[in-house]
């Protein structure tokens, strides 16, 4: 087998990383895989050293347990774990798109209504995995010029958790679809007005928050 080559720039525990999270997001790797150090270092064509890395930072971000004496596997699904990073994200994305408001164009509010409007027009019994991957889209555009570069990397590091969990909350809730919806409009309407960034934070926080409670009436 060929190892995937790198890209310029990219370090080989960078390279370690990236192979073995897709892996562990398309379920190629399944929770409670066993993960083998000397395997993966051999099917990258590297040293056992950026692999032992690379699972260090996929374990700090919980996509991987390690035991004493059995090693690393990907972690079993845990819907605490995903309860909180629903909540993280609800409090973490909202203040990002406080902060990016006041530095958002008309055109880039054009394009979170003109994704909306798709949204608006999705079967969500249908096709639940795409309304949650345009309803990502939406919000990366409202916090896309956050002058706060670790908070966005905070922001995408726990949609990471969320991807891995790989449950599409709409799917569960397709009620909270519209509703979703009509609460974007009205929070581009609020960026729009040059609503306070406080009342902006506290209006995105409440509206990731009600997904999260409709989600978790359902699942008790």
Known sequence: MTAPSAPSGESKSQKAYNWISEKIRTREYEPGYRLVLATIAEALDVSVVP????????????????????????????????????????????????????????????????????????????????FTHLNKEFHSVLFAKCPNERLKNLVVDQWKQLEYHRVSTF??????????????????????????????????????????????????
């Open 51 to 130: 692999v032992r890395e690379a699972i260090r930072q996929l374990e700090a971000e919980g996509m991987v347990t390690y035991e004493r004496n059995v090693g690393a596997s990907v972690t079993t699904y845990n819907r605490e774990a995903y309860y909180e990073s629903m909540d993280i994200v609800a409090t973490v994305e909202a203040n990002a798109t406080a902060q990016s408001a006041p530095l958002l164009e008309p055109e880039d509010l054009a394009r979170a209504r003109e994704i909306n409007r798709r949204m608006s027009e999705l079967d969500i019994h249908h096709d639940p995995d795409e």
């Open 171 to 220: 799917r569960y809730v397709p009620e909270r679809a519209q509703e979703s919806v009509r609460e974007h409009e009205r929070l581009v309407n609020l960026i729009e007005a040059d609503a306070e960034p406080a009342y902006i934070e506290k209006v995105a926080r409440e509206h990731r928050l009600t997904t999260l409670r409709s989600y978790r009436e359902k699942n008790t």
